[in-house]
């Protein structure tokens, strides 16, 4: 498995979880690392991404809620989930991607669901 993610689960409103993604050292050279949501019916939509100099892009749906960080020591990429809504609720995909398109990788999804 190359990209193996943890952490999701049920939470009421307002509550918090965080992802963790860990990242196989086989892969090399990646420029981005990624976190993504589907719910039944609907494309996969962005949700945060970390790149190689440390600068974060977020969703605005999840700014100033969620941050994405990288534990280098792990080799993990992680999102942590604050003020929780119902809306989150969804499949949550870390991926990675390797600089100069070179490729993707993603992982096998972790069920996060938000109860009202």
């Known amino acids: 498995v190359q990209l193996q993610a943890s952490g999701g689960g049920l939470v009421q409103v307002g509550g918090s979880l965080r992802l963790s993604c860990e990242v196989s050292?086989?892969?090399?050279?990646?420029?981005?690392r990624s976190w993504y949501r589907q719910v039944p019916g609907k494309q996969r939509e962005f949700v945060a991404r970390i790149v190689v100099n440390r600068q974060t892009d977020y969703a605005d749906s999840v700014k100033g809620r969620f941050t994405i960080s990288r534990n280098i020591a792990k080799n993990t990429v992680d999102l942590q989930m604050d003020n929780l809504r119902p809306e989150d609720t969804g499949v949550y995909y870390c991926?990675?991607?390797?600089?100069?398109?070179?490729?993707?990788?993603w992982g096998q999804g972790t069920q996060v669901t938000v109860s009202s």
């Open positions: 050292r086989s892969i090399s050279g990646i420029a981005t």
């Open positions: 991926r990675v991607d390797r600089a100069g398109g070179a490729g993707h990788y």
